[in-house]
């Protein structure tokens, strides 16, 4: 198990395009929220533009409720957790949870 945590070590400071994600964001609507919460998305895009708002584009495997899509656009203070895999980002909240 020592290995696994080993590789936390490697995580790039930044998001990056195929990156996996949790959301957390509170000033959505509270069915969206949720969604987020409990979902794991992937980085499909990041806009370097710097007037835009919202510069990274997050897909779902599911439509996000209301929007009735897969995709929504959001900041880089609203990525909560990203890691180059879905494994591994699942075994950093597991750390997290348990404080390991």
């Known amino acids: ?26 000033s959505f609507d509270e069915s969206i929220t ?20 919202y510069p990274y584009t997050i897909q779902f495997t599911y439509n996000i409720p209301i929007y009735n899509r897969k995709t929504i656009e959001v900041d880089r203070d609203e990525i ?11 075994m950093k909240k597991t750390t997290d949870k348990y404080n390991l």
Do not use: H
């Open 1 to 26: 198990m020592i290995t696994n945590f080993k590789k936390f070590e490697s995580f790039e400071d930044e998001p990056q395009v195929g990156d996996y994600v949790t959301i957390e964001n509170d």
């Open 34 to 53: 949720d969604f987020l919460k409990n979902r794991i998305g992937k980085i499909i895009k990041i806009t370097t533009d710097g007037n835009l708002p």
């Open 80 to 90: 909560k957790e990203f890691a180059p895999t879905r494994e591994m980002l699942k």
